[in-house]
Protein backbone atom coordinates (compact mmCIF):
# COMPACT_ATOMS: atom_id res chain seq x y z
CA UNK A 1 0.00 0.00 0.00
CA UNK A 2 1.08 3.78 -0.32
CA UNK A 3 -0.19 6.98 0.95
CA UNK A 4 -0.26 10.11 -1.68
CA UNK A 5 -0.79 13.08 -0.09
CA UNK A 6 -2.41 15.64 -2.92
CA UNK A 7 -3.54 19.24 -2.85
CA UNK A 8 -3.76 21.95 -5.93
CA UNK A 9 -2.65 20.32 -9.45
CA UNK A 10 0.92 18.86 -8.47
CA UNK A 11 -0.10 15.28 -6.77
CA UNK A 12 -3.50 14.68 -9.02
CA UNK A 13 -1.36 15.34 -12.39
CA UNK A 14 1.20 12.59 -11.16
CA UNK A 15 -1.80 9.99 -10.11
CA UNK A 16 -3.12 10.85 -13.77
CA UNK A 17 -0.68 8.48 -15.38
CA UNK A 18 0.60 6.56 -12.14
CA UNK A 19 -2.05 3.71 -11.86
CA UNK A 20 0.70 1.33 -13.81
CA UNK A 21 2.85 1.95 -10.96
CA UNK A 22 0.91 2.33 -8.09
CA UNK A 23 -2.85 0.41 -8.96
CA UNK A 24 -5.47 2.13 -7.40
CA UNK A 25 -6.74 -0.09 -5.53
CA UNK A 26 -3.29 -0.19 -3.18
CA UNK A 27 -2.89 3.60 -2.61
CA UNK A 28 -4.91 6.27 -0.50
CA UNK A 29 -5.08 9.44 -1.40
CA UNK A 30 -5.24 12.06 1.14
CA UNK A 31 -6.30 15.57 0.04
CA UNK A 32 -5.54 18.72 1.75
CA UNK A 33 -8.90 20.55 3.47
CA UNK A 34 -7.21 23.86 4.04
CA UNK A 35 -8.59 25.36 0.91
CA UNK A 36 -12.35 24.56 1.53
CA UNK A 37 -15.36 27.20 1.93
CA UNK A 38 -18.06 27.01 2.72
CA UNK A 39 -20.18 29.24 -0.30
CA UNK A 40 -24.01 29.92 -0.21
CA UNK A 41 -24.23 27.60 2.84
CA UNK A 42 -22.41 24.20 0.55
CA UNK A 43 -19.28 23.35 1.58
CA UNK A 44 -16.73 22.92 -1.29
CA UNK A 45 -13.70 21.03 -1.04
CA UNK A 46 -11.52 21.84 -4.66
CA UNK A 47 -8.53 19.39 -3.35
CA UNK A 48 -11.09 16.28 -2.19
CA UNK A 49 -13.08 17.00 -5.25
CA UNK A 50 -9.79 17.16 -7.85
CA UNK A 51 -9.20 13.64 -6.78
CA UNK A 52 -12.33 12.28 -6.93
CA UNK A 53 -13.93 14.13 -10.31
CA UNK A 54 -10.54 12.49 -11.85
CA UNK A 55 -10.35 8.94 -10.65
CA UNK A 56 -14.28 9.28 -11.17
CA UNK A 57 -12.60 9.99 -15.30
CA UNK A 58 -15.02 13.67 -15.26
CA UNK A 59 -12.22 16.19 -14.30
CA UNK A 60 -11.99 19.06 -16.86
CA UNK A 61 -8.62 18.39 -17.65
CA UNK A 62 -8.19 22.39 -19.09
CA UNK A 63 -8.47 23.97 -15.42
CA UNK A 64 -7.76 20.72 -13.15
CA UNK A 65 -10.81 21.57 -11.14
CA UNK A 66 -14.70 20.79 -11.76
CA UNK A 67 -16.11 18.93 -13.86
CA UNK A 68 -15.56 18.84 -17.39
CA UNK A 69 -18.16 20.29 -20.44
CA UNK A 70 -20.23 21.35 -17.06
CA UNK A 71 -22.87 24.08 -17.20
CA UNK A 72 -23.01 26.87 -15.08
CA UNK A 73 -26.91 27.77 -15.07
CA UNK A 74 -26.87 28.68 -11.51
CA UNK A 75 -23.91 30.24 -11.36
CA UNK A 76 -25.01 32.54 -14.19
CA UNK A 77 -28.17 33.51 -12.67
CA UNK A 78 -26.61 34.52 -9.71
CA UNK A 79 -24.70 37.20 -11.20
CA UNK A 80 -27.53 38.30 -13.17
CA UNK A 81 -29.41 38.61 -9.82
CA UNK A 82 -26.48 40.53 -8.27
CA UNK A 83 -26.04 42.80 -11.19
CA UNK A 84 -29.33 43.37 -11.27
CA UNK A 85 -30.26 44.03 -7.81
CA UNK A 86 -27.15 46.23 -7.90
CA UNK A 87 -25.11 44.10 -5.41
CA UNK A 88 -21.46 44.39 -5.64
CA UNK A 89 -19.62 41.12 -6.19
CA UNK A 90 -16.26 39.90 -5.05
CA UNK A 91 -16.17 37.79 -1.81
CA UNK A 92 -18.85 38.28 0.29
CA UNK A 93 -18.04 37.03 3.65
CA UNK A 94 -20.74 36.52 6.09
CA UNK A 95 -19.95 38.47 9.63
CA UNK A 96 -16.70 38.20 12.30
CA UNK A 97 -19.67 35.75 14.55
CA UNK A 98 -21.39 34.11 11.46
CA UNK A 99 -17.57 32.95 11.30
CA UNK A 100 -17.70 30.50 13.76
CA UNK A 101 -21.33 29.31 14.15
CA UNK A 102 -23.17 27.14 12.06
CA UNK A 103 -21.41 24.15 10.75
CA UNK A 104 -18.33 23.37 12.63
CA UNK A 105 -15.98 21.92 9.83
CA UNK A 106 -16.55 25.89 7.79
CA UNK A 107 -15.56 28.23 10.54
CA UNK A 108 -13.40 30.82 9.26
CA UNK A 109 -14.35 30.63 5.24
CA UNK A 110 -18.17 31.23 5.40
CA UNK A 111 -19.27 33.69 2.18
CA UNK A 112 -22.54 34.28 1.35
CA UNK A 113 -23.43 32.77 -2.37
CA UNK A 114 -24.38 36.61 -3.62
CA UNK A 115 -23.03 37.17 -6.63
CA UNK A 116 -20.96 33.37 -5.83
CA UNK A 117 -16.97 34.42 -6.10
CA UNK A 118 -16.18 31.12 -6.98
CA UNK A 119 -17.12 29.47 -10.40
CA UNK A 120 -19.69 26.37 -9.41
CA UNK A 121 -20.56 24.55 -12.78
CA UNK A 122 -24.04 22.65 -11.95
CA UNK A 123 -22.55 18.91 -11.96
CA UNK A 124 -19.95 20.34 -9.59
CA UNK A 125 -22.67 22.25 -7.20
CA UNK A 126 -24.54 18.88 -7.10
CA UNK A 127 -21.57 17.06 -5.13
CA UNK A 128 -21.49 20.01 -2.58
CA UNK A 129 -25.39 19.78 -2.06
CA UNK A 130 -24.92 16.01 -1.31
CA UNK A 131 -21.63 16.75 0.80
CA UNK A 132 -23.26 19.47 2.79
CA UNK A 133 -26.66 17.58 3.00
CA UNK A 134 -24.89 14.81 4.49
CA UNK A 135 -22.91 17.09 7.19
CA UNK A 136 -25.97 18.40 7.97
CA UNK A 137 -27.06 14.51 8.15
CA UNK A 138 -24.59 13.72 10.71
CA UNK A 139 -21.74 12.34 8.83
CA UNK A 140 -18.44 13.07 9.08
CA UNK A 141 -16.55 14.35 5.98
CA UNK A 142 -14.56 11.30 5.80
CA UNK A 143 -17.88 9.34 5.58
CA UNK A 144 -19.16 12.08 3.28
CA UNK A 145 -16.55 11.86 0.95
CA UNK A 146 -16.63 7.85 0.72
CA UNK A 147 -20.13 8.10 0.08
CA UNK A 148 -19.26 10.55 -2.80
CA UNK A 149 -16.15 8.19 -4.04
CA UNK A 150 -18.78 5.47 -4.41
CA UNK A 151 -21.12 7.70 -6.40
CA UNK A 152 -18.45 8.19 -8.85
CA UNK A 153 -17.14 4.92 -9.24
CA UNK A 154 -13.54 5.04 -7.68
CA UNK A 155 -11.08 2.46 -6.84
CA UNK A 156 -8.57 4.60 -4.23
CA UNK A 157 -9.40 5.58 -1.11
CA UNK A 158 -9.78 9.48 -0.67
CA UNK A 159 -9.50 10.70 2.80
CA UNK A 160 -9.89 14.60 3.93
CA UNK A 161 -6.60 15.53 6.13
CA UNK A 162 -8.99 16.04 9.00
CA UNK A 163 -12.53 15.93 9.99
CA UNK A 164 -11.74 18.92 11.70
CA UNK A 165 -11.84 22.62 10.49
CA UNK A 166 -8.59 24.32 9.17
CA UNK A 167 -8.93 27.31 6.77
CA UNK A 168 -5.97 28.62 4.96
CA UNK A 169 -5.64 32.57 5.82
CA UNK A 170 -3.32 34.57 3.88
CA UNK A 171 -2.28 37.64 5.60
CA UNK A 172 -1.77 40.73 3.50
CA UNK A 173 -1.64 44.65 4.06
CA UNK A 174 -5.12 44.78 4.11
CA UNK A 175 -5.66 42.24 6.72
CA UNK A 176 -6.11 38.56 6.17
CA UNK A 177 -8.01 36.99 3.48
CA UNK A 178 -9.01 33.36 3.18
CA UNK A 179 -6.65 31.36 0.29
CA UNK A 180 -9.44 31.55 -2.41
CA UNK A 181 -9.94 35.16 -1.77
CA UNK A 182 -6.60 35.62 -2.57
CA UNK A 183 -6.34 33.43 -5.88
CA UNK A 184 -9.31 33.20 -7.45
CA UNK A 185 -10.93 37.08 -6.51
CA UNK A 186 -7.35 38.56 -6.50
CA UNK A 187 -5.51 36.46 -8.76
CA UNK A 188 -2.64 35.86 -6.25
CA UNK A 189 -1.86 39.38 -6.52
CA UNK A 190 -1.54 40.83 -3.03
CA UNK A 191 1.31 40.86 -1.33
CA UNK A 192 1.88 38.09 1.50
CA UNK A 193 3.13 39.06 4.86
CA UNK A 194 2.11 35.16 6.19
CA UNK A 195 0.29 32.18 5.96
CA UNK A 196 -1.77 30.90 8.98
CA UNK A 197 -3.65 27.48 9.10
CA UNK A 198 -6.59 28.65 11.44
CA UNK A 199 -7.39 25.53 13.59
CA UNK A 200 -4.33 24.08 12.77
CA UNK A 201 -3.51 23.31 16.17
CA UNK A 202 -6.58 22.23 17.49
CA UNK A 203 -7.20 19.64 14.23
CA UNK A 204 -7.04 16.35 15.13
CA UNK A 205 -6.15 13.51 12.42
CA UNK A 206 -8.63 10.82 11.82
CA UNK A 207 -7.80 6.87 12.39
CA UNK A 208 -7.93 6.15 8.87
CA UNK A 209 -5.38 9.44 8.19
CA UNK A 210 -3.24 7.73 10.69
CA UNK A 211 -3.56 4.34 9.34
CA UNK A 212 -2.73 5.35 5.75
CA UNK A 213 0.20 7.26 6.85
CA UNK A 214 1.59 3.93 8.55
CA UNK A 215 2.15 3.18 4.56
CA UNK A 216 5.33 4.50 2.57
CA UNK A 217 3.82 8.39 1.82
CA UNK A 218 4.40 10.07 -1.68
CA UNK A 219 4.44 13.92 -1.32
CA UNK A 220 3.70 15.25 -5.74
CA UNK A 221 4.89 18.28 -6.66
CA UNK A 222 2.17 20.16 -5.00
CA UNK A 223 2.57 23.90 -3.62
CA UNK A 224 4.00 22.90 0.13
CA UNK A 225 2.62 25.96 1.55
CA UNK A 226 -0.84 26.21 1.03
CA UNK A 227 -1.55 22.32 -0.37
CA UNK A 228 0.75 20.33 2.36
CA UNK A 229 1.10 23.23 5.09
CA UNK A 230 -2.55 22.78 6.41
CA UNK A 231 -1.64 19.12 6.84
CA UNK A 232 1.68 19.64 8.46
CA UNK A 233 -0.37 22.08 10.85
CA UNK A 234 -1.86 18.92 12.20
CA UNK A 235 0.22 17.57 14.83
CA UNK A 236 -0.73 13.92 14.27
CA UNK A 237 -0.04 14.05 10.68
CA UNK A 238 3.85 15.79 11.34
CA UNK A 239 4.50 13.28 13.81
CA UNK A 240 3.32 9.82 11.57
CA UNK A 241 5.56 11.62 8.66
CA UNK A 242 8.33 11.66 10.68
CA UNK A 243 7.59 7.48 11.30
CA UNK A 244 7.04 6.26 7.69
CA UNK A 245 9.33 6.58 4.75
CA UNK A 246 8.48 9.71 2.90
CA UNK A 247 9.42 10.68 -0.92
CA UNK A 248 8.45 13.84 -2.07
CA UNK A 249 8.64 15.09 -5.65
CA UNK A 250 9.97 18.98 -6.59
CA UNK A 251 7.58 21.77 -7.70
CA UNK A 252 10.41 23.56 -8.70
CA UNK A 253 13.84 23.16 -11.27
CA UNK A 254 16.01 24.64 -8.95
CA UNK A 255 14.26 27.68 -8.73
CA UNK A 256 12.02 28.06 -11.13
CA UNK A 257 8.80 26.58 -10.66
CA UNK A 258 6.42 24.89 -12.95
CA UNK A 259 3.17 26.50 -12.09
CA UNK A 260 0.70 28.48 -9.40
CA UNK A 261 2.05 31.15 -6.61
CA UNK A 262 4.19 28.31 -4.43
CA UNK A 263 7.81 30.66 -5.18
CA UNK A 264 5.60 33.84 -3.73
CA UNK A 265 4.32 31.89 -0.70
CA UNK A 266 6.77 29.86 -0.04
CA UNK A 267 9.39 33.28 0.19
CA UNK A 268 6.80 35.22 2.59
CA UNK A 269 6.87 31.81 4.65
CA UNK A 270 10.88 31.95 5.14
CA UNK A 271 11.90 29.35 2.33
CA UNK A 272 13.62 29.94 -0.17
CA UNK A 273 11.32 29.75 -3.33
CA UNK A 274 13.57 26.73 -4.83
CA UNK A 275 13.86 22.83 -4.43
CA UNK A 276 16.51 23.38 -1.54
CA UNK A 277 13.49 25.61 0.28
CA UNK A 278 11.40 22.23 -0.43
CA UNK A 279 13.61 20.01 1.36
CA UNK A 280 14.32 22.79 4.27
CA UNK A 281 9.94 22.24 4.62
CA UNK A 282 10.07 18.95 4.22
CA UNK A 283 12.80 17.56 7.20
CA UNK A 284 10.64 14.08 7.64
CA UNK A 285 11.53 13.42 3.72
CA UNK A 286 13.67 10.48 3.37
CA UNK A 287 13.94 10.77 -0.35
CA UNK A 288 13.31 13.11 -3.47
CA UNK A 289 12.53 12.85 -7.08
CA UNK A 290 13.98 16.06 -9.21
CA UNK A 291 14.03 17.12 -12.54
CA UNK A 292 17.13 16.01 -14.40
CA UNK A 293 18.02 19.78 -14.91
CA UNK A 294 17.75 20.51 -11.39
CA UNK A 295 21.28 19.62 -9.81
CA UNK A 296 20.53 21.07 -6.34
CA UNK A 297 22.56 19.27 -3.75
CA UNK A 298 20.61 17.39 -1.25
CA UNK A 299 21.48 15.90 1.89
CA UNK A 300 19.38 12.90 1.10
CA UNK A 301 18.76 10.30 -1.43
CA UNK A 302 17.39 11.57 -4.73
CA UNK A 303 16.36 9.96 -8.41
CA UNK A 304 16.09 12.23 -11.20
CA UNK A 305 13.60 12.41 -14.27
CA UNK A 306 12.09 14.56 -16.51
CA UNK A 307 9.38 15.87 -13.80
CA UNK A 308 7.37 18.04 -16.65
CA UNK A 309 4.07 16.40 -16.56
CA UNK A 310 1.67 17.09 -19.54
CA UNK A 311 0.41 13.70 -20.71
CA UNK A 312 -0.20 9.83 -19.44
CA UNK A 313 2.90 9.24 -20.28
CA UNK A 314 4.84 11.92 -18.64
CA UNK A 315 3.01 10.95 -15.34
CA UNK A 316 3.71 7.26 -15.53
CA UNK A 317 7.23 8.31 -15.61
CA UNK A 318 7.35 10.43 -12.95
CA UNK A 319 5.39 7.50 -11.08
CA UNK A 320 8.29 5.01 -11.80
CA UNK A 321 11.02 7.23 -10.26
CA UNK A 322 9.33 7.60 -7.41
CA UNK A 323 8.78 4.31 -6.96
CA UNK A 324 12.46 4.11 -7.80
CA UNK A 325 13.18 6.53 -4.47
CA UNK A 326 10.75 4.46 -2.57
CA UNK A 327 12.77 1.96 -2.41
CA UNK A 328 15.59 3.22 -1.73
CA UNK A 329 13.91 4.32 1.66
CA UNK A 330 11.33 1.71 2.67
N1 LIG B 1 -10.15 28.48 -9.47
C1 LIG B 1 -10.22 29.64 -10.13
O1 LIG B 1 -9.17 30.17 -10.51
N2 LIG B 1 -11.43 30.27 -10.35
C2 LIG B 1 -12.61 29.73 -9.94
O2 LIG B 1 -13.67 30.32 -10.14
C3 LIG B 1 -12.56 28.47 -9.27
C4 LIG B 1 -13.71 27.82 -8.86
C5 LIG B 1 -13.62 26.55 -8.27
C6 LIG B 1 -14.79 25.86 -7.92
C7 LIG B 1 -14.71 24.60 -7.38
C8 LIG B 1 -13.45 24.01 -7.17
O3 LIG B 1 -13.37 22.78 -6.65
C9 LIG B 1 -12.28 24.68 -7.50
C10 LIG B 1 -12.36 25.96 -8.04
N3 LIG B 1 -11.19 26.66 -8.41
C11 LIG B 1 -11.28 27.87 -9.06
C12 LIG B 1 -9.87 26.08 -8.13
C13 LIG B 1 -9.34 26.46 -6.73
O4 LIG B 1 -9.39 27.81 -6.48
C14 LIG B 1 -7.85 26.20 -6.50
O5 LIG B 1 -7.16 25.98 -7.67
C15 LIG B 1 -7.62 25.13 -5.52
O6 LIG B 1 -8.17 25.47 -4.27
C16 LIG B 1 -6.14 24.86 -5.36
O7 LIG B 1 -6.08 23.57 -5.08
Known amino acids: MTTFLSGGTGTPKLLAGADGVFPPGETTVVA ?14 PDLDTVLYLEGDVLDRETWWGIGDDTA ?38 FSG ?37 AFGLDRDVLPMSDDPVATLVHTPAGPVHFQEFWVARDGEPTVEDVEFRGGEDATATDAVLRALREPVVIGPSNPVTSLGPMLAV ?7 AETPVVAVSPFVEDRVFSGPAAKLMA ?33 PVVRTD ?23 S
Open 307 to 329: TGMETAEDSARVARAVAEALEVV
Open 32 to 45: NTGDDVELGGLLVC
Open 73 to 110: QTHEELHRLAGAADLAGGPRYLGAEAQTAGRPIARWRR
Open 268 to 300: AVGYEPSTAGVAEAYPFTDAFVLDSADDTALDR
Open 235 to 241: DGIRRAL
Open 114 to 150: VAEFMHIGDRDRAVHVTRTGLLDEGYTLTGATRVLAT
